[in-house]
């Protein structure tokens, strides 16, 4: 069974206080490792799709890296604006051209200024 | 550009009362899923269709019907409501291998 496990469940951090947030993954076969970052009250936001080991992505303060067991979102000097729940998910290889998701729990992040 | 579209956003149901969540992506995407999410408990795929005609059952389908008779919509039905069925509802479609774009949600309590 596909598994997708996120730490910590909730990070605290100050303005300008770099840090990480860890996925682990158990998948069968890993087709893509997607990030997405969930407002308050309203849906989940596409981020990063990362699709092999090594390969690593940027956007604005975040950078998502992937190895073969784990991916890590690295966010450096966050702003408040950067608080948010950060939503790690898998797609496995499947038997047919559907990769389905499997999401972790998330990760609730709050900057205070 | 409108993306995906749930209406309603919230609802509250009584025990045993039926209803459909609604959705609709302007974006030509073949692949469109239903998901729940609770606290703590991350988003559960209860079904999803890789097509017009075709629908398959995810994780957690029990209580839970769905159909796609064009490729922009995709509505859940809820038959039965139970309290267990009380949770955010959110609708997302996809290229294949693409990252989704979910809907805003909705808020779904049952009394």
């Known amino acids: 069974e596909d598994q997708v496990t996120q730490s910590p469940e909730a990070l605290r951090l100050q303005e300008g206080e770099s840090s990480s947030l860890n996925c682990s993954y158990t998948v069968s076969g890993l087709r893509g490792l997607f990030w997405y970052r969930q407002d308050p009250g309203k849906g989940p936001e596409f981020l990063f799709t990362?699709?092999?080991a090594g390969e690593e992505k940027e956007k604005e303060r975040l950078k998502a890296t992937l190895t073969k067991k784990e991916s890590f979102l690295h966010i450096t000097a966050p702003k408040p604006e950067d608080s948010a729940t950060y939503l790690c998910a898998a797609a496995n290889a499947g038997g047919t051209s559907y990769g389905k998701l499997t999401f972790g729990q998330g990760t609730i992040l709050t900057v205070h200024p | 550009n409108a993306g995906v579209t749930q209406t309603p956003k919230f609802r509250i149901l009584k025990i045993g009362q039926s209803m459909t969540l609604q959705c609709t992506q302007d974006?030509?995407?073949?692949?469109m899923y239903w998901y729940r999410q609770d606290p703590g408990m991350g988003l559960k795929l209860i079904y999803y269709s890789v097509g017009a005609g075709i629908t398959d059952k995810g994780e957690v389908p029990n209580g839970y019907n769905v159909s796609r008779s064009t490729t922009e919509d995709f509505p859940l039905r809820l038959e039965l409501a139970a309290p267990s069925q009380t949770s955010v509802y959110f609708c997302a479609s996809s290229y294949p291998n693409n990252g989704y774009t979910f809907g805003s949600g909705t808020r779904l309590t049952v009394v």
């Open positions: 974006m030509n995407h073949n692949y």
């Open positions: 990362l699709y092999s």
